[in-house]
């Protein structure tokens, strides 16, 4: 599978401060979805994005799915330490089959 | 919620030996259910999907005799990893696909940490 480009790679930060991460592709995807992974564990869907230009929020969390189909972004507003961890980013296309971007590892300093 | 549980969740074992991991949907039956790897601070790789009564379909560069996927029911797929060799050391997590399309359907095992010695 292709594996999507996730910018930063890495994030260290204060509580309290915004985040943002994106993610972009060569080819299309029409679904495209954010995944929190802590460590030793599974990742876990934060939002999923269905339509082309659809901006989606859950709790501090928003995302957006590109018109262009080829990008995403994640943005996490008033950031705590519990938001620790990897974020990974995911497109989908027919098969079901998930393909990830790198990966951004968030640190929160208190 | 919907739960998929994956064991074990750690397993050391010598050079040579094989092991199995499991992965079940405990409250709800998965005709797919998909396997990825995950080394140290790296994306989650797709290694195979797995349909149910039928053979898995393997990524390209993934060996299918050496990762064996078993899918006999719906609410089991296992992988056996056969002689193992220490560059199989990694995390592998399963996921388990309900009903339609949509991804919100897809669920993630908490994974098994293989360390081959």
Redesign the interface.
């Known amino acids: ?1 292709q ?1 999507l480009n996730q910018s930063p790679q890495s994030m260290f930060i204060q509580e309290g401060e915004d985040v943002s991460m994106n993610c972009t592709s060569s080819s299309i995807f029409n ?1 495209w ?1 954010w995944y929190k992974q802590d460590p ?6 934060l939002i ?1 994005l ?1 339509k082309a230009g659809e901006l989606t929020s859950n709790g501090r969390l928003t995302a957006q799915f590109g018109i262009t189909r080829k990008d995403s972004f994640l943005n996490i507003s008033a950031s705590i330490p519990s938001d620790v961890g990897i974020y ?1 980013c ?1 497109g ?1 296309n ?10 951004t ?1 968030l640190l929160v300093t208190p | 919620g919907a739960v998929v549980s994956q064991h074990p969740s750690r397993v050391i074992c010598k050079s040579g030996t094989s092991v199995k991991i499991e992965c079940r949907s405990l409250d709800f039956q998965a005709t797919t259910m998909f396997w990825y790897r995950q080394f140290p601070k790296q994306s989650l790789m797709l290694m195979a999907t797995s349909n149910e009564g039928s053979k898995a379909t393997y990524e390209q560069g993934v060996e299918k005799d050496k990762f064996l996927i078993n899918h006999a029911s719906l609410t089991l797929s296992t992988l056996t990893v056969t002689s193992a060799h220490p560059e199989d050391s990694s995390f592998y997590i399963c996921s388990a696909l309900r009903g339609g399309a949509l991804s919100e359907k897809l669920f993630f095992g908490s994974g098994t940490q293989l360390s081959v010695l």
């Open positions: 599978g594996q679904t979805l030793g564990e599974g990742p876990v869907l999923a269905y990974f995911a989908q027919s098969g079901y089959a998930l393909n990830f971007g790198k990966g590892s």
